[in-house]
């Protein structure tokens, strides 16, 4: 199969690139570099610097991808409040080029990762399944939804590309970025212990979430053109593991030899709980989740990476904050800081 993945350069993406690569699939790996690194995307994968805002018609019928893989976003969910328009635009007017290039490069399936956001606040105790609708409470998952949305419709109008829609949750391991403060709490807390400071919580650390560790998000987002029924379907993607994020700094702190240490911050407007079913990602992809990786074990694997590997320089924010309003103090104080600098 020739694949072209977007985002190949960031986490996820850069695994699925690796797994197609090493089922011998040709794959062409799409990223502008924003947040991601060249040295993530896979050897044996093509790689183009761009946007996925840029014209991609010339790229996509040179290559004439099978399936197309879109993963590229500015992921950054709390801070989609504040950047409301580069959100729109980076995720959902970037989601609606990228499909109109693969529809006329001739691609049969387009794999879009939406997100767990998409549900926005739980309404009741239940784990959000696939039939949960969905209200999002923030710009990240409303974008997504729309993407969702603009996919189907899509779908619907000109009877391809075929679609696989992840909804992915809290997703950790090797390659995340961990020098990013506004996102990846996995990464953020292991980058604080091995520079022996404290590692930020926004409240009392009650939230609870289930961190999903790579390997079962990555093999079933590069399947899902094998499994018949991941076929126009829209699937949540990760573990079943509830953990506070104090226990998670509890416990990358036990793993890094560090004494627990945390710098309590005033609360911000989140999803408290966050939780999915997977029945359906069970059923499409049965051999993909026969062993889930605990978050323990996944932790141990991530922390083995993290020490391995220098810590990048700190990502920052692509774009200029647009509504100041509400920013968390400690965000408020980094950025201001940036733009003094500049
Ligand atoms: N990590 C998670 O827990 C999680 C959960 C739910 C959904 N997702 C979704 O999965 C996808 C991958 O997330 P990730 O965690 O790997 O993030 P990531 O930031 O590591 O990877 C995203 C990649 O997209 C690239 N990118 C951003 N804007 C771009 C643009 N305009 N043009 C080209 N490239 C661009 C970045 O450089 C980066 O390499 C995203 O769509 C994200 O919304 C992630």
């Known amino acids: 199969m020739r694949a072209i993945v977007t985002g190949a350069a960031g986490f996820i993406g850069s695994h699925v690139a690796e797994r197609l690569v090493s089922e011998g699939h040709e794959v062409l790996a799409l990223d502008d570099l924003s ?22 018609d010339d790229l996509f019928r040179r290559f004439r991808p099978e399936t197309v893989y879109h993963l590229a976003a500015y992921a950054a969910e709390g801070l989609s409040h504040h950047i409301p328009v580069f959100n729109f635009t980076n995720n959902a007017v970037g989601t609606a080029n990228v499909l109109a290039a693969a529809y006329r490069a001739g691609a049969g399936h387009f794999v879009f990762t939406s997100s767990i956001a998409a549900y926005g606040h739980p309404h009741s105790d239940e784990p959000f399944d696939e039939a949960t609708p969905c209200v999002p409470c923030d710009p990240y998952g409303a974008a997504k939804l729309a993407c969702e949305h603009h996919v189907r419709a899509v779908h619907a109008y000109y009877g391809r590309p075929a679609f696989t829609i992840f909804r992915p949750h809290n997703v950790f391991g090797p390659r995340q970025n961990i020098a990013d403060p506004y996102r990846n709490v996995v990464g953020i807390f292991m980058a604080r212990a ?14 609870t979430r289930s961190f999903s560790y790579i390997d079962v998000v990555a093999s079933c987002i590069a399947h899902a053109p094998m499994a018949p029924a991941a076929r126009n379907a829209t699937i949540n993607l990760g573990g079943d593991e509830p953990m506070s994020v104090l226990e998670l700094a509890n416990r990358i702190a036990e793993i890094f030899g560090v004494p627990r240490a945390v710098d309590f911050l005033p609360p911000r407007k989140e999803v408290l709980h966050a939780h999915c079913r997977h029945d359906l990602a069970r059923s499409v992809f049965p051999a993909e989740y026969e062993r889930v990786t605990p978050i323990a074990e996944g932790l141990l694997r991530m922390a083995d990476y993290v020490r391995a590997n220098a810590v990048p320089a700190p990502t920052e924010c692509p774009a200029p904050i647009e509504i100041a309003d509400n920013l968390p103090p400690s965000w408020a104080d980094r950025l201001a800081a940036r733009s003094t600098a500049a």
């Open 194 to 207: 091995l520079a022996g400071k404290p590692m930020p919580i926004f409240g009392d650390g009650r939230q």
């Open 35 to 56: 947040g991601g690194f060249e040295s993530n995307v896979p050897d044996g994968a093509k790689f183009h610097r761009g946007s996925v805002l840029d014209p991609l």
